[in-house]
């Protein structure tokens, strides 16, 4: 069977990913029972929807919410990690000029990106979604570390008037607040990023360059995608 054939076929026959622990840096390396309870307050429907409900400057944010964000964070990064193993491993690329498989979400997206970028500027749709998607991930990738090497705040929203619900990360001379809505708007297309780059592998291993722009027509908005 065609490698992007098979892959199309594989997303019909899989489910959503389940968080990897491998992501759990230092800072996130709970003992299970905890990470149990946190996962526990992660707002995730079937591994792909997020609650965007709560994203209203007039409600409160509790900080058993603010603890759930830090678990929607990881979580969501499991499977943006995972899903780039994945078409790694279908791209057939184990790292730069070693059989040993790409260590690091920004080696392997580094990596990916890399491989699967249009050269001959017939995929006009596949090369800007690369280029949005990429450019976002670096950016969620770093509010990531940043949570997982530098968290010292975790601050909830008592009264429909009060301040902002936010986390405070601190790492070297970066300090700064994660707002609750910042990171719920965040988390709406993070939860759709490891179908776009399953979407992105299988349309880069199709020859025909209309058939894989086709297969990209249903993400021409992301990150906007309602």
Do not use: Y
Not at 20 to 43: M, Q
Request: proline letters at 4%.
């Amino acid at each position: 069977m065609h490698r992007a054939a098979f892959l199309r076929n594989e997303r019909r026959q899989s489910g959503p990913s389940s968080h990897s622990p491998e992501l759990l840096t230092p800072w996130c390396s709970f003992t299970k029972p905890n990470i149990r309870r946190l996962l526990a307050l992660v707002r995730i429907v079937n591994g792909s929807e997020i609650d965007h409900k709560m994203i209203n400057d007039n409600t409160t944010v509790s900080f058993e919410q603010m603890k759930g964000a830090i678990g929607s964070l990881i979580f969501l990064w499991s499977q943006i990690e995972r899903e780039l193993a994945e078409s790694l491993d279908a791209l057939q690329i184990k790292g730069s000029g070693s059989s040993k498989p790409a260590h690091g979400i920004a080696r392997r997206l580094d990596l990916w990106s890399g491989q699967i970028q249009p050269r001959n500027g017939q995929r006009e749709l596949a090369s800007r979604l690369i280029d949005v998607l990429v450019s976002h991930l670096r950016e969620a990738l770093s509010a990531r570390n940043l949570v997982c090497h530098g968290l010292i705040g975790i601050t909830a929203k008592i009264h429909p008037q009060g301040n902002e619900a936010h986390l405070t990360v601190e790492l070297g001379d970066i300090r700064k607040k994660l707002t609750w809505t910042e990171l719920q708007i965040m988390f709406r297309w993070m939860s759709r990023a490891h179908w776009l780059i399953r979407d992105l592998t299988t349309a880069s291993l199709e020859p025909d360059h209309l058939c894989a722009e086709n297969l990209l027509l249903g993400w021409q908005e992301f990150p906007d995608i309602s």
